[in-house]
């Protein structure tokens, strides 16, 4: 934990008493000029046919399967960002796929929205004897890998139709911010679908951008999710489910709730090291997620044009490369247990 300076200049949610607070250190030493500055961040940058009958639109691919229910991209690029953020998400929770106390030899496993499937893959590698089943949108995972994984076309916010006899022992969903418009809901369907005594994890974001000395005030990446935050919350996906997460469980009726909260700096701006790499890796994959995750709201909802969404996310993306801009975002890893 560190010191709780600069609280004068602390934008974003109070940090009051919350135990998880603490103070990021800017990393000060001059290390050069501003280009010593982006060479540091250049050397880090190195079934059926209706459902692959994807929508193309200015110049991204999205899912066709219920049309326009994410609106975010599915194509290469985009899978190239989620599995970043899946390394990024490795690095942050010390090589573990998850926190939750399962058992040692999981049978039934669930992963929400898998995207290209990259956890459930994993998870079916170190867990040899369980059967993984990743459900999304879009068929985008890989054909190969281990033989105890399989990916369905399913629409999570729809009622759940899995057979009485498959209940899940362990049920997980990560990065549903932005995609999901009534979680109480889904959270209950995991409820339901879960064995006696099997775990739920949900991992997600707090979207609302902060800093912890004021140098994201009246900045382009500060308009970036203020424009951006507003246009989801007006087609009602849930933009920052992480801090609600811990009462949805309890309302769904889970118990042994357990909270971990992530500091999530933009950049390699903090000091210390793990911090600052983390904020490389979430640096890169904002590199293509500021334009992924604003274009189709933006157009579609908000009569921008593409290339103002375009201009827009190259603001943000620049000031998120800014060393003087400390940009942070608070990351939920949150489970719970159904009862015996
Ligand atoms: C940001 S990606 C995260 C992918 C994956 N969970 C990971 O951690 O790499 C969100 C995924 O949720 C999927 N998704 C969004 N809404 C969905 C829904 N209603 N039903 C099923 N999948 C959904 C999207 O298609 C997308 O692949």
Redesign the pocket.
């Known amino acids: 934990m560190g010191r709780r300076s600069s609280m004068a200049e602390h934008t974003g949610p109070d940090p009051g008493d919350d135990p998880f607070y603490q103070t990021i250190e800017v990393d000060t030493q001059v290390t050069g000029t501003d280009s010593t500055y982006e060479d540091e961040l250049s050397s880090c940058t190195k079934s059926v046919t209706s459902i692959r009958d994807y929508r193309q639109e200015h110049g991204r691919r999205y899912?066709s399967y219920?049309d326009g229910?994410?609106l975010?991209p599915?194509d290469e690029a985009e899978a190239q960002r989620?599995?970043m953020?899946?390394e990024m998400?490795l690095f942050m929770m010390g090589q573990r796929l998850f926190l939750a106390p399962i058992a040692d030899n999981p049978q039934q496993v669930l992963?929400?929205?898998?995207?290209?499937g990259?956890?459930a893959l994993d998870f079916a590698d170190r867990y040899p004897n369980a059967e993984v089943t990743g459900?999304?949108?879009?068929p985008?995972q890989p054909s190969y890998g281990p033989p105890n994984v399989h990916f369905i076309v399913?629409?999570?916010?729809d009622e759940w139709a899995f057979p009485e006899q498959q209940k899940f022992d362990f049920i997980h969903?990560?990065?549903?911010a932005?995609?999901?418009k009534d979680f109480p809901k889904l959270l209950t369907e995991c409820f339901n679908n879960t064995i006696p005594g099997g775990w739920v994890e949900f991992q997600d974001w707090d979207l609302n951008m902060y800093s912890q000395d004021g140098s994201t005030t009246g900045t382009s990446i500060e308009q970036y999710y203020n424009i951006g935050i507003r246009a989801y919350e007006k087609t009602g996906h849930v933009v920052s489910p992480g801090p609600h997460l811990e009462q949805w469980f309890h309302e769904a009726g889970f118990t042994e709730i357990h909270v971990q909260k992530y500091l999530l700096p933009m950049g390699p701006w903090p000091k210390e090291e793990h911090l600052k790499s983390l904020g490389m890796w979430n640096l890169l994959q904002a590199s293509t997620g500021f334009e992924a995750s604003a274009l189709a709201v933006l157009t579609r909802y908000e009569n921008w044009t593409p290339a103002d969404v375009v201009h827009l996310a190259e603001k943000a993306k620049l000031d998120a490369r800014d060393r003087n801009i400390h940009a942070l975002f608070d990351f939920y890893v949150v489970y719970g247990r159904r009862p015996l």
């Open positions: 899912h219920h229910r994410y975010l599915n989620l599995d953020m899946h998400m992963d929400l929205g898998t995207g290209t990259i956890w459900t999304d949108l879009s985008i399913d629409d999570m916010e969903a990560r990065f549903l932005l995609g999901i």
